[in-house]
């Protein structure tokens, strides 16, 4: 019998004793408690690697381990992966019931190879650093040089006969030279994620005149029927005019490589809404006739050209596109210098030359004057081409970008 109760005795300490061996293993993990707004979890423990993830203030985290003044966490991502992550004990307090166990637990661990400087330790008032707090606004502006625009030549032809008069040819060219105008620029950005965001954007570009460049010719010839024949040609400058301006509106897509150097390149294109205004051109272009003048008993016949005026005005606006980039030189965590390189692609604006009837004097024959008819002025603007102005332009820009 006593052999049998030792036995029974024996067997039951053995139960109880593997019932608490699991138990002996586990200990429970220590918690930390997140106590500063725009806390960071890093993927390295180094204040300048990338941010996993900013937890709310009063997020509980388990500890897994802890080196120097970082803690090694378990993170869940948006889309429910898991990874290790590690935040700085500046912005989370230690649970008071296990505070005593990390704290004698830290000082025998080894002292990490990289620690973090004085100045970036926990201050008093728990402000979270620099690093901390992403851009998420960005407001910049500045002055802009631009390629200039472009004109294209505008010509007509014509050609009459008239009783003895076989054959008279004219032709004209007008040829508009712009000058470069100077802009300037603005623009607001808004940052979705670390580098994905909207940028709305405002250039406006100055005068651009027409230069000493611009010029209109006029040649006349003619031939008789008794083979007589002879040609004339006068020369114009336009006076006035080009375009007085041009203002674009864009709404972009913008991507900026984040990073915790000087440069911060970036890349944006989008939807661009442009408008402008001709400045009043004037300039002068031939018109070419005869007539008749009977004394009895001889019939003379004349040919001669008038310089007639010639006016060009007026508004345009349109949809195109724009694409460009740039670098930020970063001087300070809110301020940088911004260099912006952009094309904007614009459609073709035409304008017609407005033809004006009246009574102009003749270049052959001094001293006389001829009519021209709203009739035959509407023929002559209708004979000339349109002017077609090419809107495009490449700008770069050099200003400041505060950061938000």
């Known amino acids: 019998m006593r052999r049998l109760f030792n036995g029974k005795v024996i067997f039951c300490l053995v139960v ?3 019932s608490i061996l699991p138990l002996a293993g586990q200990t429970e993990k220590q918690k930390i408690k997140v ?26 985290f388990e500890v897994e381990k802890k080196e120097g003044e970082w803690f090694t966490i378990k993170v869940k991502t948006e889309v429910g992966v898991l990874l ?3 935040i700085h004990e500046m912005f989370v307090e230690i649970e008071e019931e296990k ?21 970036q330790k926990k201050p008093e008032s728990t402000t979270p650093s620099q690093e901390a707090r ?30 003895s008069l076989e054959r008279a040819t004219e032709n ?49 010839s003619w031939e008789w029927s008794d083979g007589r024949s002879n040609n004339t040609e006068k020369d114009w400058e336009i006076q006035g005019g080009g375009i007085s301006s041009l203002t674009v509106f864009s709404g972009n897509l913008m991507y900026k490589v984040r990073s915790s150097g000087l440069f911060a390149p970036f890349f944006s294109g989008g939807v ?42 007026g508004s345009f606006s349109g949809i195109g596109f724009n694409l460009g980039g740039g670098v930020d030189l970063q001087f300070s965590r809110s301020i940088a210098l911004n260099i912006d390189a952009r094309y904007f692609m614009l459609k073709n604006v035409e304008e017609r030359w407005q033809v004006h009837s009246g009574s102009y004097p003749t270049n052959l024959h001094s001293g006389w004057k001829l009519v021209l008819s709203e009739e035959n002025a509407l023929a002559l603007q209708e004979s000339m081409n349109p002017v077609e102005i090419n809107t495009s332009f490449f700008k770069i820009s050099l200003g400041l970008k505060l950061m938000f």
């Open 16 to 18: 109880v004793f593997l």
């Open 172 to 220: 004209g060219t007008i040829t508009q030279g712009l000058e470069k105008p100077m802009g300037f620029y603005g623009s607001f950005n808004f940052f979705l994620t670390q580098g994905l965001g909207i940028e709305l954007r405002l250039d406006s570009n100055s005068s651009a005149n027409f230069t000493s460049s611009s010029m209109s010719d006029y040649r006349l």
């Open 99 to 119: 505070k005593e166990e990390i704290e004698e637990a830290v000082e025998k661990a080894p002292e990490p190879e990289e620690k973090v400087s004085e100045a």
């Open 134 to 163: 992403p851009t998420r606004f960005e407001i910049g502006f500045g002055g802009s040089y631009t390629s200039g625009y472009s004109i294209n030549n505008v010509s007509y032809s014509d050609s009459f006969s008239s009783g």
């Open 84 to 86: 290790t992550g590690y």
């Open 272 to 313: 661009s809404y442009y408008s402008g205004k001709l400045n009043r051109a004037s300039t002068f272009v031939g018109y070419g006739t005869t007539w008749t003048v009977t004394d009895w008993p001889y019939v003379t016949r004349y040919i001669d050209f008038i310089d007639v005026s010639a006016t060009l005005d």
């Open 35 to 60: 106590v500063v707004e725009n806390a960071t979890i890093r993927a390295k423990p180094d204040l300048q690697s990338d941010v996993i993830k900013q937890p709310p203030l009063g997020t509980v």
